[in-house]
C-alpha cells in the first residue's frame, strides 16, 4: 500500500492521502485516472474500510457515463458526479467505525456497498455492509453484493421460485444471471441458461441444466416455456418473452438496459407492470434494495457452497479504463475484480 495515514479508530477522523481512481466528469472509461487524494472522513453510521478488493457492474458504468439521464436527476449530479471516485461493490477490513456504529468493530472483515470502492480506502453505510464469510476470499466476496443480492431478489422474492419449476435466465454469463442460476439451482429448479457462444461453457459451469446460444437459437418462440424467466438483457420485446412463458409464469425483469438516453430501459418495465393486472402471468421488476439483511441471506448460501461467486478477470488501479471497456464490449464473463491490495485480496 502506498498511503500515508494515521486515523483515530473510533470516530474515523483521518489525515493522510491514498491512492484513487478520479473521475471528474461524466463520459466514457477515458474519463478515469489515478492520482493520490485525501483519505475520506466518515459519519456517525459509516464505516472506513481498508479496500483490498472491489468489484465491477454495470451501475459502475451509468454511473460514469450519467446514462440514462435519470440517472444524473436521481441524485447522482446533474452536470458532473457528486461522487468523484467511482466503484461500489467492495471487501476489505474495517479501519475506522462511526459513534453509532454497533455491528461492526476495527479489525472486522466485510464486504458490501460503498462510495468510492476504487480506492486504497472507502467509506460504506453500516446498513450495507456484511460479514465477510470466512471460506471465501477478498476477491470472492468483492464480487458478491451488488449482483447477488440483486439475483437473490429476483430469484427468491419476486421469481418466489420453487422446486421443480423451469427456469430461464437471460444473460446467465453476466454479473446477476451468473448468480441467477446459482441461486436457482439451489432452490431445486430446472435452470436454462442464455448467453453467447464463447460463454456458454461458462454458464454450464455454473450448474445451468441447458445453456443455449442465443447467435442461433431463437430462445423465445414458444416451444418451449418457462415457469419463471429472469432477464437481465434488457432488449427483448414484453410480447416475446410472454411467447416463452408459461400462462401461469413470472418474468421477472432485472435492470435498466437498452432503451432511450433519458430513461433506458424502464420504459419496458413500467409497461410490464401495468400490463400485469390484465394478464394471466405476472410480469414484474423491481429496484434492488441495497440492505445487509439481503447480504446476510446471500452469505449463507455462500457458507453452505451452494453459490460460489463467479470471480472472472483481474484488474489493478492502475487498469480500471481497461475492466469497464471489457465489461461493456462483452469480454467479460462472471464477474470482474479490481485487486487492491494483492497480499490481503486472495486470503
Not at 434494495?289 to 483481474?314: C, F, K, Q, S, T
Given at each position: ?42 459519519g456517525a453510521a459509516e464505516v ?136 436457482a439451482k439451489a432452490s431445486g ?69 437498452g432503451g432511450g438516453k433519458l ?85
Amino acid at each position: 500500500m502506498t498511503s500515508r495515514t494515521s486515523t483515530d479508530t473510533k470516530r474515523g477522523t483521518a489525515t493522510g492521502l491514498m491512492q484513487a481512481v478520479v473521475q471528474p466528469s461524466y463520459g466514457s472509461a477515458e474519463t478515469l485516472h489515478l492520482k493520490e487524494v485525501v483519505r475520506p472522513d466518515i459519519g456517525a453510521a459509516e464505516v472506513l474500510i481498508e479496500v483490498h478488493a472491489a468489484g465491477v457492474d454495470r451501475g459502475v458504468w451509468h454511473l460514469m457515463t450519467g446514462m440514462p439521464y435519470l440517472v444524473r436527476l436521481a441524485g447522482y449530479g446533474i452536470t458532473k458526479p457528486k461522487q468523484q471516485v467511482p466503484g461500489l461493490d467492495v471487501s476489505g477490513t474495517v479501519v475506522a467505525i462511526g459513534d453509532g456504529v454497533t455491528r461492526f468493530e476495527v479489525g472486522d472483515e466485510v464486504f458490501g456497498i460503498a462510495r468510492g470502492a476504487y480506492a486504497e480506502y472507502a467509506v460504506a453505510e453500516e446498513k450495507k455492509l456484511s460479514h465477510k464469510p470466512g471460506n471465501i476470499t477478498f476477491d470472492q466476496a468483492a464480487v458478491t453484493a451488488i449482483s447477488g443480492i440483486t439475483a437473490l431478489q429476483a430469484i427468491v422474492d419476486e421469481g418466489k421460485v420453487a422446486a421443480g419449476q423451469s427456469v430461464l435466465v437471460i444473460g446467465a454469463s453476466g454479473g446477476v444471471g451468473s448468480y441467477a442460476v446459482q441461486l436457482a439451482k439451489a432452490s431445486g429448479a430446472i435452470v436454462t441458461g442464455v448467453a453467447s457462444g464463447a460463454k456458454t461453457g461458462f454458464v454450464q459451469s455454473l450448474g445451468a441444466d441447458h445453456v443455449i446460444d442465443y447467435h442461433g437459437t431463437d430462445y423465445l418462440d414458444g416451444r418451449v416455456r418457462y415457469d419463471l424467466i429472469i432477464d437481465t438483457g434488457g432488449r427483448n420485446s414484453l410480447r416475446r418473452l410472454r411467447k416463452a412463458l408459461r400462462p401461469d409464469g413470472t418474468l421477472v425483469i432485472v435492470g435498466g438496459e437498452g432503451g432511450g438516453k433519458l430513461t433506458g430501459g424502464i420504459g419496458r418495465q413500467i409497461r410490464a407492470k401495468l400490463l400485469s393486472p390484465f394478464v394471466s402471468q405476472r410480469l414484474t421488476f423491481f429496484i434492488s434494495e441495497e440492505h445487509h439483511r439481503h447480504m446476510d441471506r446471500l452469505a449463507e448460501y455462500l457458507i453452505n457452497g451452494e453459490v460460489v461467486p463467479p470471480v472472472g478477470r483481474r484488474y489493478g488501479l492502475d487498469t480500471v479504463r481497461t475492466a469497464i471497456t471489457d465489461l461493456v464490449t462483452g469480454k467479460s464473463e462472471g464477474k470482474s475484480v479490481i485487486v487492491i491490495n494483492k497480499d490481503r485480496s486472495e486470503a
